[in-house]
């Protein structure tokens, strides 16, 4: 029977309120209005910028909510005016959208959107109206989007594979070809070697770096890291000495590239002050707004840039489907970053491998926490870096 222009009961799992495990609810899907786009969704990723909202920046306003936003799915049926999409097509949703209209859009200096696309939220549960986080909310069986926020994909991707790109491998991987522009023949450092930095360290590889050092305080990290290309691996607590100078002893001055894949305002300052100076460029990829980031300012005097980058740089709709295509050709990998499959009705025990596997260093420069306090020793300054047991975690969703 067809569902189109009809409410769809479908279930999903619910963020009643910040700090509290998530709850499959059966939810109300209400059917797609004016140029918006209904997606069944297939499989999702298990991203740290959903453990954040939940746990971590805790905006009471931004609940209750479906999370998840690196999903991937089959069109169900569109709106009035659609006519990019048509039910039975593969798509991943997207949390920048794309108009390639607005001056953002038609500039290569941005891949962000001038005007707001969110959707009002489709969704209801109990009565009540339920949040789509980021837009998508890939936490559910079913979601609505704006059709300037869904990319058309290759028929031919599969979609638990592919899914990965709807967030973290383009937001690293993108991070280092388009946003830091690793030359060839450079040396590049990549913080933290969670999905996005490991991304990041393919994304080196691709421009053509010839040394890439992964930094890390899980040692365990470094054999995955050199699948993706990593040609060095250094362990902060392996010294008694900033990160910063330990890569500059290591490259006569610091490196020509650092990403900082952690969000945490120390490190994203020990990846600066690594920078050789003169030109070396450091790329702020970690997600977080918790607190206020600080240099001196003759890190930068001397040469060195300091920048951010959102999405990897990529214009959403249009660079998608290109690193689908370029999956498929093999020329970057996605099925070495999936560490567990699990179902929706496990979304909490994805969500608790990565709580179990985060740990900080403390540093002077920031309130951070170590949920292993045999790694802490006060009179060794070290920066902040996270880990994760899980690399990626993705969901069945629903049946294909």
Request: glycine share 8%; with cysteine; proline share 4%.
């Amino acid at each position: 029977m067809s569902t189109a222009g009809k409410v769809i009961k479908c279930k999903a799992a619910v963020a009643w309120e910040p700090n509290k495990p998530m709850v499959i609810e059966e939810i109300e899907v209400a059917p797609p209005q004016a140029n918006e786009v209904r997606i069944k969704i297939v499989a999702t990723g298990v991203c740290h910028t959903d453990l954040y909202h939940l746990f971590e920046g805790m905006h009471k306003d931004g609940f209750p909510a479906v999370l998840g936003h690196e999903g991937a799915g089959i069109v169900e049926s569109v709106g009035a005016g659609v006519t990019e999409f048509q039910p039975g097509d593969k798509v991943i949703p997207l949390f920048i959208s794309q108009c390639r209209e607005c001056r953002f859009c038609k500039s290569p200096k941005t891949n962000q959107l001038l005007k707001n696309t969110l959707t009002e939220s489709r969704f209801t549960c109990k009565g009540k109206k339920v949040l789509q986080f980021m837009g998508t909310s890939t936490f559910s069986e079913y979601t609505v989007m704006n059709q300037m926020a869904v990319a058309k994909i290759d028929p031919a991707a599969p979609l638990d594979k592919v899914c990965l790109l709807g967030c973290g491998v383009c937001t690293g991987y993108g991070a280092a070809v388009n946003t830091a522009k690793v030359e060839p023949g450079s040396t590049c450092a990549v913080f933290g070697l969670g999905a996005v930095g490991l991304a990041a360290v393919m994304g080196c590889k691709a421009a053509g770096a010839k040394r890439i050092i992964a930094v890390d305080i899980n040692p365990d990290k470094f054999e995955k890291a050199k699948v993706f290309g990593a040609t060095e691996f250094v362990n902060p607590k392996d010294h008694n000495k900033p990160i910063s100078e330990v890569l500059a002893e290591m490259t006569n001055g610091g490196v020509d590239f650092a990403l900082e894949c952690v969000g945490n305002v120390t490190v994203m300052r020990s990846a600066l002050e690594s920078c050789i100076k003169g030109w070396g460029v450091s790329v702020l990829v970690g997600w977080t707004d918790l607190h206020d980031f600080a240099a001196r300012p003759i890190q930068l005097i001397a040469g060195r840039t300091w920048k951010g980058s959102l999405f990897g740089g990529f214009k959403s709709k249009d660079g998608v489907p290109e690193m689908v295509k370029a999956y498929l050709n093999k020329k970057v990998k996605l099925d070495e970053f999936i560490t567990h499959n699990m179902t929706l009705d496990q979304v909490n025990d994805a969500i608790e491998l990565m709580k179990r596997g985060k740990w900080y260093i403390l540093s002077p420069l920031a309130l951070t926490r170590c949920t292993n306090e045999d790694l802490i020793d006060a009179s060794v300054v070290i920066c902040a870096l996270c880990l994760f047991h899980s690399i990626r975690t993705v969901l069945s969703v629903s049946p294909q």
